[in-house]
């Protein structure tokens, strides 16, 4: 069982960095799911859930390099264990990144 378990997890986390990530509005992240969701790591206690912790300049370095199209497929993504969505949404705003909304699918 424990081995099926791992190879599930590897088999998504392959899936996830082959498929390249395309916004709502035809517009290119550049990048795959996995590669940006580690990309984001450093904002990881600014998104947590309840965390009083604002973005640290890392976290906001990251965010705007990463995109507001990469930053859009995460959010509504597959959920990713210890983020707050709604946290998440927030970061562009929180370091002052010049981005468009992003639709939220249901």
Do not use: H, W, Y
Not at 1 to 6: A, R
Request: aromatic share 4%; with cysteine; proline share 9%.
């Amino acid at each position: 069982m424990k081995c099926l378990v791992v190879a599930m997890i590897l088999v998504l986390a392959v899936a996830a960095s082959l498929a390249v990530c395309q916004g709502s509005e035809g517009v290119t992240c550049g990048s795959t799911f996995f590669s940006s969701l580690v990309q984001l790591i450093p904002c990881r206690a600014a998104v947590s859930p309840f965390s009083p912790i604002p973005p640290s300049d890392a976290c906001c370095n990251a965010v705007k390099s990463l995109g507001q199209p990469c930053l859009c497929i995460l959010v509504n993504g597959p959920p990713i264990s210890g983020v707050d969505r709604n946290m998440a949404l927030l970061l562009p705003e929180k370091c002052a990144a010049n981005f468009e909304p992003c639709d939220i699918m249901k």
